[in-house]
């Protein structure tokens, strides 16, 4: 009938995804610079004095929850990952931001949830390599969400072989349009009511 095929077409758009919007180096080396994926990353495989970014999987549904270095990963929640990644030729410091279009909720900065993250979360065709010491390292780096803007991540970190690397996880967002299709649905299936009772 009609009015099935119609509500699994309005239901089926999922959430819409959070992108890398912007970034800056404001000491250090390079510049920032937004990637597209597939890439290959974590064992000097860009030897770049850029700060760099990429989007991976969006509006992905966490069904267990997840502790990560920063914040963490709520069941039931739907989620977007980005990639970003400092990995200079030579030892370099490098501080600077990275804004998404959505919140950050986690961080993973360690070997462990980097590599544990990799296959449900990385992007599709890229190739992530998991040496030791591809996390960041306490002593050197620092990474933080923005005190004042939660879509902003903080940087501070010396980059020496294989590179640093995080894992940046923003909360997807429900497009507008999904709930006026469900309102659309909703008059609809009443408007057929109403005809059936008439007849």
Do not use: C
Request: net charge negative.
């Amino acid at each position: 009938m009609f009015l099935p095929a119609v509500a699994a077409t309005l239901l089926l758009g999922g959430a819409a995804s959070a992108a890398v919007v912007d970034g800056s180096v404001t000491s250090g080396s390079g510049v920032f610079t937004k990637i597209a994926a597939p890439v290959e990353v974590g064992n000097n495989n860009h030897n770049s004095p850029d700060l760099l970014a990429f989007d991976e999987m969006q509006g992905v549904l966490v069904t267990s929850a997840m502790a990560l270095e920063i914040g963490g990963l709520t069941a039931g929640t739907r989620v977007d990952s980005h990639f970003v990644f400092f990995d200079a030729l030579t030892k370099s410091t490098q501080t600077g931001w990275v804004s998404f279009s959505g919140t950050i909720v986690g961080v993973a900065t360690s070997d462990a949830s980097l590599n544990a993250t990799d296959a449900m979360f990385g992007a599709a065709g890229t190739i992530y390599n998991t040496p030791t010491y591809r996390g960041l390292e306490s002593k050197t780096d620092k990474a933080a969400i923005d005190a004042v803007d939660g879509s902003i991540l903080t940087l501070d970190w010396a980059s020496l072989s294989p590179g640093d690397y995080v894992r940046v996880f923003t909360l997807a967002s429900i497009p507008v349009p999904a709930a006026g299709s469900l309102m659309l649905l909703g008059l609809g299936a009443a408007g057929i009511a109403f005809r059936r009772k008439k007849s």
